[in-house]
């Protein structure tokens, strides 16, 4: 005849149990998974720590391979800033990338408005060819360009860095199929109360825009930011050169390549376009998924 189990004996044998089920918790079901994303943050992120750790050192401690913050900090720092002058290149390129920023963004809006509310003849035509310069890198314009910048005499002015680039295919056919998405009857009711089209355009459909609005900042920022050939081309003096350029005058020290500025620039250099992805990262996101989510 078997004995029936004490409620003393049950809890002893289901202790144990709960036990490891409480240690298998602490372990992610899929923890391959994990540890495969901490190696790819490593990779993607170590080029930045290292040229952070770099640019405390000088070359002797960089060809050594330290992997550990050296003591030049200040002076690397007095090189880039004082010396090379790197301060005015980021203040040219902030004005630069500003102004073409809120530039392309007000006219690709006054596109967009026109292309979906408007009706004029050929129409359809224009937006095609708009849709065809996206086929057509800037490269491939910038002999043109040039000369007609240098016959207008902007030449080493914020006109040439600036103007050339006020237009977006890009923009204006971003914002087409975002309004293309807005109920019609908003344009309805606005024409009904009297609204302009600037009125129905900054009191209704901006503050609808507003997710699409951060992703084309966003990007254009970080495109004008990082111009290298037209600023190279156009820009002679040093007076209104950007930054990109400006890391050129860090490569040599009187006699010899000086990596140490050269690293600390490049990482005050992106500095700017990490700011403006960050303050406009959740309209970046959302800009991207108007389509998906309507």
Avoid at 4 to 21: F, G, H, I, N
Avoid at 71 to 95: C, H, K, Q
Wanted: charged share 10%.
């Amino acid at each position: 005849m078997t004995s029936v189990p004490t409620e003393k004996a049950t809890q002893v044998r289901v202790a144990p149990r709960v036990q490891a089920v409480q240690r298998r918790s602490w372990i992610p079901k899929r923890w391959y998974a994990h540890v495969i994303l901490w190696i790819a943050c490593f990779l993607i992120g170590f080029p930045l720590i290292y040229a952070i750790i770099a640019s405390t050192q000088n070359n002797a401690m960089i060809f050594s391979y330290r992997f550990t913050p050296g003591p030049y900090l200040a002076r690397n720092w007095e090189l880039a800033i004082v010396n090379r002058n790197l301060g005015n290149y980021m203040l040219n390129s902030t004005i630069v990338a500003v102004a073409v920023t809120v530039g392309k963004t007000v006219l690709s809006l006054l596109a967009g408005l026109a292309f979906v509310y408007f009706r004029f003849p050929g129409k359809w035509l224009v937006f095609g060819f708009v849709l065809l310069t996206l086929m057509m890198p800037t490269e491939i314009l910038v002999v043109a360009l040039f000369r007609l910048v240098i016959n207008l005499g902007w030449g080493n002015t914020y006109l040439a860095l600036i103007v050339p680039f006020l237009a977006s295919a890009t923009g204006a056919f971003l914002f087409r199929q975002h309004f293309s998405n807005i109920p019609a009857e908003l344009s309805e009711a606005a024409q009904l109360d009297g609204a302009t089209p600037l009125q129905f355009l900054w009191k209704v459909l901006v503050p609808l825009s507003w997710n699409t609005i951060g992703a084309l900042a966003v990007i254009q920022f970080v495109y004008v930011w990082n111009m290298y050939l037209w600023p190279a081309l156009i820009i002679q003096g040093q007076e209104r050169q950007v930054v990109q350029l400006g890391l050129r005058t860090l490569m040599s020290d009187d006699v010899m390549t000086s990596y140490g500025p050269l690293m600390l620039g490049a990482v005050i250099a992106s500095i700017p376009p990490v700011i403006v992805f960050l303050l406009l990262q959740k309209q970046f996101m959302s800009g991207f998924q108007l389509t998906r989510d309507k």
